[in-house]
């Protein structure tokens, strides 16, 4: 559940980005695809299950959440806390009915607005792109958040601990991820994961016919009962030459971040002081080096190239080089999920830097 007090000061903080834009309202998309969901659980307390859904901020009075008439299950509804909650045959048109002639901020205006609510309302409402602004907004946890955090990230790396003592080469994905996914489920994650086994420089997903040899990456991403995403993961069995190489930047990395995530730097200096024992020796990065992390999946800022965002204590990263040699084939990702503190950044998760072996137990 979440406290009264947290709900004024996510409002309270998207209002003050909002009058900077001069916005008259704003409207907060949310669909079922996974990671896309979470900015309507941010604002409102209700996780889609089916469709999609909004919900409105105007600059003042009361929110109201927007449902498509034709899909009237979408969730929970009884778990949100807006009163105002509105089922219409076409969203759009009661969105350009509503807001005819006002300046409206858009958070998913580019990825999660449905097509046809766009086109019956675009002409009557000044659409503005907000993603950025709204993520800024949310971008540092309260301590409330924070210990939904703190408690995703304790199911992830019970996950990953999980998939190492069911990891054996020759052994199928499927029966490597279930006891992860089992003990996700019990802990009450729901529908709110999505996890990879990574065996080369692409995504394979976890096929029940895709045999695991004697290296492998599992990618874990979930959200826990508060709904905050966090990804924790370590690489497993026999490393090369080449990914052993690999391994030496990555303790660096973990090293460096421990001071580069710290209140004042920005999102560029960190991205440099990270991704310089990867580039020092030849690699290029196949992803973003980070991103900020929260109800949905990946938020603003990034941890990149030219990203002059300034870090601020509270805030909470995922940090994830993504090094590829250059025979296409040999990569190393490994995940954490990072709280800035006044000292510098924090890894949730508790685990050693370090490529795991088949038959190790938690300690």
């Known amino acids: ?208 016919d895709m045999i695991l040899g004697d290296f492998c990456i599992p990618s874990l991403e979930i959200a826990g009962p508060g709904g905050h995403w966090v990804e924790v993961s370590r690489a497993l069995g026999e490393p090369n030459v080449e990914v052993s190489t690999m391994l030496e930047a990555y303790e660096e990395y973990f090293e460096v971040a421990k001071s580069a995530l710290r209140p004042g730097a920005t999102a560029h200096d960190v991205h440099r002081a990270v991704s310089k024992g990867f580039t020092d020796r030849g690699y290029q990065l196949g992803h973003v080096t980070g991103h900020s992390i929260g109800m949905t999946m990946i938020e603003h800022p990034k941890i990149g190239e030219g990203v002059e965002t300034e870090i601020r204590e509270n805030m909470v990263f995922s940090m994830h080089p993504h090094v590829i040699a250059d025979n296409g084939v040999d990569c190393l990702y490994m995940q954490d999920t990072w709280l800035v503190t006044a000292d510098g950044g924090e890894p949730l998760a508790g685990l050693p830097m370090r490529i795991f072996r088949a038959g190790e137990s938690r300690p």
């Open 1 to 208: 559940m979440v406290s009264p007090e947290e709900v004024d000061r996510r409002y309270r903080l998207v209002r003050e980005a909002m009058a900077e834009q001069h916005l008259d309202a704003v409207l907060v998309c949310g669909s079922e695809y996974s990671g896309f969901e979470g900015a309507v659980t941010y604002m409102s307390g209700f996780v889609v299950v089916h469709r999609y859904a909004y919900v409105l901020l105007p600059r003042e009075g009361d929110p109201t959440i927007i449902f498509p008439a034709e899909a009237r299950y979408v969730g929970e509804h009884g778990t949100s806390w807006i009163e105002d909650q509105v089922f219409v045959e076409r969203p759009g048109k009661y969105i350009g009915d509503r807001l005819a002639a006002q300046r409206v901020g858009v958070y998913g205006l580019d990825y999660v607005m449905a097509v046809r609510d766009f086109e019956v309302t675009h002409l009557r409402v000044e659409f503005v792109p907000f993603d950025l602004e709204f993520d800024l907004a949310r971008a540092v946890k309260s301590s409330e958040e924070i210990e939904s955090v703190r408690d995703s990230v304790r199911i992830n790396t019970g996950g990953f601990w999980a998939f190492l003592e069911a990891y054996r080469p020759g052994r199928s994905a499927a029966e490597v991820l279930a006891p992860a996914e089992r003990l996700f489920v019990e802990a009450g994650c729901g529908r709110l994961t999505m996890n990879m086994v990574l065996t080369g420089p692409e995504f394979a997903l976890a096929r029940r």
